[in-house]
T-cell receptor
Framework: QQPVQSPQAVILREGEDAVINCSSS?????VHWYRQKHGEAPVFLMI?????EQKGHEKISASFNEKKQQSSLYLTASQLSYSGTYFC???????????FGKGTKLTVNP | GAGVSQTPSNKVTEKGKYVELRCDPI?????LYWYRQSLGQGPEFLIY????????DSGLPNDRFFAVRPEGSVSTLKIQRTERGDSAVYLC???????????????FGEGSRLTVL
């Protein structure tokens, strides 16, 4: 049931773009994206809901393909502050449980 | 304002001992969650409280793990007879309503790092 994230790691230079993917084998109600810096709390980035609604805090875009049960997070013109591990969490209905992927480690170098 | 607060930030214990980990959610948040994060892994769901009651405890690994939230605010995760495999970062999160997972945002604390020797 755990979603699969790809790539596992990516290294960028400041200003470059990246795409992080998340796929599930089961139908999804919503997909959540969080970023976690080393030793810190995961921080909410965005939620994508079935039906097309999106809610987020930052200038980060994402897509949600309900039929393919996939989501992608698009990081454009990356900044040093984007470095961290990105997790997708999927909500499949039922209880209030998010199932997280193993994460994608993003490193942005000057 | 204050975020989710977890204490202790670090706990080292010996195999077989009992530990308690505390979570103080954001004031007014009715939903509270415990997750466990092992090295190199994403957070793994343990238990969810709506108010004082555990609405879903399906993620607790076995009966050595127990959590309470007696007044609908602070929560304590209790682990009996700790084992080396319990070593992990235990994360607490809160949400303003019980729809935090379905439609909204979880606010995570920085976690309690548990090391069982």
């Amino acid at each position: 049931q755990q979603p699969v994230q790809s790539p596992q790691a990516v290294i960028l230079r400041e200003g470059e773009d990246a795409v992080i993917n998340c796929s599930s084998s089961k139908a999804l109600y919503s997909v959540h994206w969080y970023r976690q810096k080393h030793g810190e709390a995961p921080v909410f980035l965005m939620i994508l809901l079935k039906g097309g609604e999106q809610k987020g805090h930052e200038k980060i875009s994402a897509s949600f393909n309900e039929k393919k049960q996939q989501s992608s997070l698009y990081l454009t013109a990356s900044q040093l502050s984007y470095s961290g591990t990105y997790f997708c969490g999927i909500y499949q209905g039922g209880s209030e449980k998010l199932v997280f992927g193993k994460g994608t480690k993003l490193t942005v170098n000057p | 304002g204050a975020g989710v607060s977890q204490t202790p930030s670090n706990k080292v214990t010996e195999k077989g001992k009992y530990v308690e980990l505390r979570c103080d959610p954001i004031s007014g948040h009715t939903a509270l969650y415990w997750y466990r994060q092992s090295l190199g892994q994403g957070p793994e769901f343990l238990i969810y409280f709506q108010g004082t009651g555990a609405a879903d405890d399906s993620g607790l690994p076995n009966d050595r793990f127990f959590a309470v939230r007696p007044e609908g605010s602070v929560s304590t995760l209790k682990i009996q007879r700790t084992e080396r495999g319990d070593s992990a970062v235990y994360l607490c999160a809160s949400s303003p309503t019980g729809q935090g997972t379905k439609t909204g945002e979880l606010f995570f604390g920085e976690g309690s790092r548990l090391t069982v020797l």
